[in-house]
């Protein structure tokens, strides 16, 4: 069996110390130690800042000019000291984005820095970020986007060799790294050298092997994101939200991206990326739609108190610095954050085990209340599921408990159950599914003396690390979760005059008779070609929004501009509304351009039980940008619409929904 050279060194550790009872056989998959010293980071950032930020978009064409790029502020120490403050450990830098402007003056192309009025021409983006990062103690990762739209060479052999070339560069001459950053998005139009036409490229055009192969040897310290057999995977959407089951462990081609799978053969843990603003780059329209403090918090509990990690976007303006906004909410976060987790209302209660492994104290109970990250509380290999007891010695109260396993050994328990003591006897009041580096369970204010831990399915011997219980200085339990705000309606109205959304004030649910349209993907509502008013995206668990230019032409529609925002990635779509017989309308559009042909988006979904199986909107539409609708008639029997995607290989996606009641 092989064991990697960190998990051999605790074994001799632990031997060394004098124990004479073996620890558990790690329960394979394990992490490497690059991903172990990933898993620590657990909240850090990334930085969006390119030509991007001056001409307001979010891709750039790639035909923009060198001397864009002009802030006139620039301060690297600002934008790191503003990560640290917020309890970040490290950011990772957009150094080239799909427009190909390169932030570091690169010896292979005259689209960098080096040809911009910054400085005159003598300034390097990556060089004062990874600089600032080290001085102040955090760690740097590159971000370095394979496609590239400014490329005369795009999609030839030639390519390759000027992207590792440019990687090489990253790689060799900034310091340490402990993340290196692939995009997904590949392939489309853009100038490519003056050219403007599209280009698709192949699967195997990047040679992800030989491309990893070489950040290994430059970095090996430095984990990967974003390519198959990666270091570390993508969550499936980009609200940064993970399931609420995350394993760490995926089978080699699996599709379960948010939950992995158990068991897996590999260990790929999830990385939940998000940004601070609605769009990844800085606009001056975004300014009062920055992410609050409480909906940051509740981003920490959904990814980070899952198991996977939070990746939290920054947005530099015009002047290069992170806008007031973001800092100001940014810093009320960690503040309201120190306030929840600096004291853990566990310590000093006495710990006790059904069983303890050889009852031996390397592996007591009190070990999850030791701080030590290299302790845990483990058990007899024939006792898989064991109970642990927290005697608070005094009626406690708190509204979130924390759990860690001891991941050298690999992720172990697959369920558990938390109770307390009330009037005389054990009642639970949560349970779960994975554990892994980090789950949060946040609920209602408990008052008690005792809490038990039940460990209710794991193949093997557990090995945990902490428990903690903490509470919410806010006064806020479960109910604080952030949701998307209800929608609000309003029937059809004359043709010639839109109906006026004040008329209509959220409610739980709309009046009976009233039509609900959902323009998805879109931050603004929609007005239809005969004044029916279509409300903002809502509604949706997971995935991310897009919206294309005005200039898109969509056929087969006289409304367009439906179709020109999608909503894609996620898992599910829910609506209150009084039961009775809908008719449901369904708009799709296939306005990717990553897309080129049918069977390269395919997904399936339930519409309240009707089943859509292999769903292929370039095939449906007969081709791309072309407007499709499907119908469905739907019984509603619970108060509520759901529709439940299951994304398969490829993202699911939807432009509008429409729901009807029926005649």
Known sequence: ?????????????????????????????????????????????????TVNTFTDKEWGYGDEAEFLFNPTDFS????????????MKGLILTCKHHDGFCLWPSQFTEHSVKNSPWKNGKGDVVREMSDACRQAGLKFGVYLSPWDRNRADYGTPEYMTYYRNQLRELLTNYGPLFEVWFDGANGG???????????????????????????????????????????????????????????NTLNFGSSHLGSGDRPGTLWQPVECDVSIRPGWFYHAKDDAHVKTPAQLMDLYFKSVGRGASLLLNLAPDRRGRVPDADVKSLREFRRQFDAVFSRNLAAGAKVTASNVRGNDNHYAAKNVLSG?????????GSVTLPELVLDLRKPTTFNIVSLREYLPLGQRVEAFALDQWLDGQWVEFAAGTSIGGRRLIRGD??????????????????????????????????????????????????????????QFPPTTLPPVGSVVRIDAGSKTNFTDAVGNIWLSDRGFEGGGLSVRGNDMQIENTTDAGLYRSEHWGMSSFSQP????????KLHFAETYDGIGGPAQRVFSFNVQGHKFEGFDVWAKAGGPRRAYVETVNADIVNGKLDIIFDSGTDNPQINGIEIIPAP
């Open 76 to 87: 690297a120490k600002q934008i790191v000291q503003t990560a640290k403050a917020a309890g």
């Open 1 to 49: 069996m092989k064991i990697f050279p960190l998990l051999a060194a605790t074994l001799l550790l632990t031997a060394a110390r004098g124990s004479v009872v073996a620890p558990p056989q790690p329960f394979l998959p394990v992490p490497t130690p690059r991903q172990l010293a990933w898993h620590k980071m657990e909240f850090y950032g990334f930085v969006h800042f």
């Open 372 to 380: 030590n990250s290299v302790k845990y509380w483990s058990t007899d």
């Open 577 to 584: 509304l009084p039961n009775g017989r809908y008719v449901v």
């Open 189 to 247: 139009d853009g100038y490519y050298g003056g050219a403007r036409e599209k280009r698709a490229i192949g699967r195997d055009f990047y040679d992800w092997t030989n491309t990893m192969q070489l950040v290994h040897e430059l970095q090996p310290d430095a984990c990967i994101f974003g390519v198959s057999g990666a270091d570390i995977r993508w969550v499936g959407n980009e609200n940064g939200i993970a399931k609420d089951t995350c394993w």
């Open 445 to 502: 204010f408990i008052t008690t003396r005792k809490v038990r831990l039940r460990i209710t399915q794991s193949p093997v011997c557990p090995a945990i690390s902490e428990i903690g219980l903490f509470a919410d200085a806010s006064g806020t339990g479960a109910g604080d979760q952030v949701r998307l705000p209800q929608a609000t309606y309003g029937a059809p109205a004359p043709e010639a005059t839109p109906p006026l959304l004040d």
